[in-house]
């Protein structure tokens, strides 16, 4: 099988990630998700829950989970990992 062709047949599903944004970025995700989900790909975004309403994964047909990302994180954002980890394994 050629990469084209595994390329076009492969339909598993993919997690994207967002930090707060409020432009290039989530729109790019937004495009990516967009593009994911018509090649037949289940999307989930995790992401801070302004950028869902902002750029409209769950309109789009993509899993949303509420990570509240900022833009910078650091040591004091370990909440954001630890739901980040439930979103992405479910526990």
Same mark, same amino acid.
């Given at each position: 099988m050629t990469d084209a062709a595994r390329a076009t047949t492969w339909h598993g #599903? $993919?997690? %994207? $990630? %967002? @930090? #707060? #944004?409020t @432009?290039?970025?989530g729109q790019h995700v937004a495009s990516l998700t967009r593009g994911l989900i018509a090649a037949g790909c289940r999307v989930l975004v995790c992401g801070p829950t302004a950028a869902d309403e902002l750029f409209g994964f769950s309109a789009a047909g993509a899993q949303f989970a509420p990570v509240e990302i900022p833009a910078n994180? @650091?040591?004091?954002? #370990? *909440?954001a990992v630890r739901a980040l980890r439930k979103a992405?394994? *479910?526990r």
């Open positions: #599903s $993919v997690a %994207l $990630v %967002l @930090g #707060s #944004s @432009g290039g970025v994180p @650091g040591p004091q954002d #370990s *909440g992405l394994t *479910g």
